[in-house]
């Protein structure tokens, strides 16, 4: 089968389940810097992309911490994206290939603060979107409601490219994070500053979630929803 069709065909699938963004990657270059098993990683080199939306609702309520109603969300989203990906990763194995969800919330390094592969990275090459101010991968359509996770595969599929797309002029996020860990250059984020004040919310908050959103809540894109 033709890789444009294949491609095409899991897109439909994923977005028949639920999901808003798909993107396919070329990861031969970038695999390296995934923890994963060097003989896994020898056999996957693409990554497919998968977003779920974040209600703008729901993130609406966020002013100054974050809620339980997000709380809640947060968890639902990443488990109904576990479930996409395990179905897309069922499809491709019984199609003959080989498969590999990653878990769209999973820290496995609690110091540097990792997991087993950057979505963001993954997006980003998938032409999902850019790396925004606000440090989150960004979508001309979704600004930052989403979420995401990643299937690794060798299934032969047609490849996407990153977007030539920036933030520009606004500065939304920059206004309103209580960390002060934004700034004009996406590469000066602050993850310290970012990292101490989820943590200072997971404490204060009764939320046991290092979570906090008010960044997500500025970043609107074009969406009708979310304004
Ligand atoms: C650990 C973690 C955290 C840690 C911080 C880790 C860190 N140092 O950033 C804590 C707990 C603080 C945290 C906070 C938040 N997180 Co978090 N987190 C993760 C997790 C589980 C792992 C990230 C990781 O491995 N980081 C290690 C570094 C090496 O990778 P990276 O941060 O992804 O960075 C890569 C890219 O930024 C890229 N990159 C760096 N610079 C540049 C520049 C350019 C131009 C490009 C293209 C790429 C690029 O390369 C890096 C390395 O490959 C991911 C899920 C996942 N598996 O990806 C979610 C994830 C990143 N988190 C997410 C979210 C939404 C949040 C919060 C808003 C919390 C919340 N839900 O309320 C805040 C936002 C903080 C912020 N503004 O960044 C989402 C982001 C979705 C999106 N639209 O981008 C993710 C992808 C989870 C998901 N399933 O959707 N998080
Ligand atoms: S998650 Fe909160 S503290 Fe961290 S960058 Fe976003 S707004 Fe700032
Ligand atoms: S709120 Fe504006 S500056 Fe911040 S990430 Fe979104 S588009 Fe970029």
Known sequence: ????????????????????????????????EFEL???????????????????????????????????????????FLDQIALKLTNYIIS?????????ASQITDWKKQTSHVS???VAYLSGVGWQGRNNLLVNEKFGSHFRLVTVLTNMPLKLDKPKDLACGKCMNCVKV???GAIKERPEDFDHIKCFEKVRE???????????????????????EASR
């Open 1 to 32: 089968m033709d890789k444009q069709k294949l491609h095409d065909e899991l897109k439909q699938y994923a977005f028949g389940m639920g999901a808003v963004l798909f993107g396919v990657a070329d990861l031969s270059k970038v695999k390296h």
């Open 37 to 79: 098993d060097e003989e896994i990683l020898e056999k996957l080199d693409k990554g497919i992309s998968i977003g779920a939306r974040i209600n703008p609702l729901v993130v609406s309520e966020i002013e100054k911490r974050p809620t339980q109603l997000y709380l809640h969300h947060y968890k639902t989203v990443n488990h």
């Open 95 to 103: 199609n003959e290939y080989l498969a590999l969800p990653i878990p």
């Open 119 to 121: 979505h963001k990275k």
């Open 177 to 179: 994070c209580p960390a």
């Open 201 to 223: 919310f997971q404490k204060n908050n009764l939320i046991n979630q290092y979570i906090c959103g008010i960044c997500i809540r500025a970043c609107r894109g074009s969406c």
